[in-house]
Structure formats: C-alpha cells, structure tokens
C-alpha cells in the first residue's frame, strides 16, 4: 500500500468499521493531543481504552487506563499509537508476537514505521501513518470544512447542527 496518500474511501471503511479502540500514549494531561483526541473518539460513540504505564489503574474520561495492550479487557479494533516512529515499531512488533490481532494499526501526525507497517499489513492488518482519527473524521463529515478549514470536499449543503459534537452522517449511523 501506497502511505504517502490514503484514499477517502480507505479512511472512511476504516472510522466506520472500528467500534473499540486501544490509545497507546494516552494522556492525562488536558493540553496533550491524545487527550483530546481521546475525549473527541469518546464523543462519536467509539470505546476507547487508553494505555499508559504510568497511569494504570487510574482514570483518564471516565475510562479506566491499562499498564499495557496485554492488560485489555479485549482485542481492540484498532490500536493508535501516540508514541514516536521508533516506538511504533516496536508496538507493532509486540502486537503481532501477542497474536491478538487488530483490524487497524494507526499511527499518529508525524508517526510512521514503514517496515512496521509492512509487517503489520503481511499479518492481515489494515495501517495509516502520520494521520490523527479526529482529524480525518471531521474531515470526512464535513465538521472541519463548516468551521473554515480546508476539507478538500466541495458541497454546497451546509451540515445540520445538532445539540453536542456531530456525527459523521457518511452512513448513517453511529458506531458500536
């Protein structure tokens, strides 16, 4: 597969597909990026498990944080990894040597192993590199483009507010 550019449809099968997550490098910290992607995951329906060593057994959302991907209460769907490229490497490694497989490993903005996802995608799984979830969900939905940004999506209907955070209307339904 092609990681410099993933086509809408790739994405979109992936966001609709995936109902649990397992956020490696989850933060407690509000002002971190997992963080808020995390609370934003949490807002469109997904079940998200953040792992964190330092913070197992504690809470970060309401959700309650696990020393490892080992410590699961299941296999996740998907595995986003907010960790650097050297890291990821290694997670995916450990990952396949565990042989609890996930539909999809997503690596974070800046984030890419090519080898690992060549591993990763001989095992069956489904890769993004140097993406974040929340952006190319809002992306897809259109959230972003309402707000001014650039979404590459021309349309001329205007998405319905709803009360809260919007879901992507891409089909129809919510996740889970």
């Known amino acids: ?42 807002s469109k329906g997904y079940e998200v498990w953040p792992v964190n060593p330092g913070q197992a057994g504690k ?6 944080v696990y020393a490892s991907l080992d410590d699961l209460p299941g ?30 490993i ?3 903005l800046t984030v890419r192993h090519d080898e690992a996802a060549e591993r990763a995608e001989a095992a069956g799984i ?4 140097d993406r974040c979830p929340k952006i190319e969900y809002g992306r897809l939905s259109g959230e972003i483009g309402w707000a ?11 998405p319905s507010l709803k009360s809260g ?7 129809g339904k919510k996740p889970g």
Do not use: C
């Not at 597969?1 to 509000?30: F, Q």
């Open 1 to 42: 597969m092609n990681h410099d550019s993933y086509s809408n449809t790739y994405i979109k099968s992936i966001l609709d597909e995936v109902k649990t997550v397992a956020m490696v490098g989850a933060s407690a910290n509000n002002v971190r990026p997992s963080y808020f992607v995390l609370k934003y995951l949490l």
């Open 59 to 64: 809470e970060i959302l309401g959700q309650t």
């Open 75 to 104: 296999v996740p769907d998907m595995i986003d990894i907010f960790r650097n490229s050297a890291a990821a490497g290694q997670i995916v490694d450990e990952v396949l040597a565990g042989g609890k497989l996930p539909k999809v």
């Open 106 to 108: 997503w690596m974070q």
């Open 126 to 129: 489904k890769v993004v590199m």
């Open 148 to 158: 001014g940004v650039n979404s590459r999506t021309l349309s001329s209907k205007r």
């Open 165 to 171: 955070f919007q879901h992507r209307g891409l089909s």
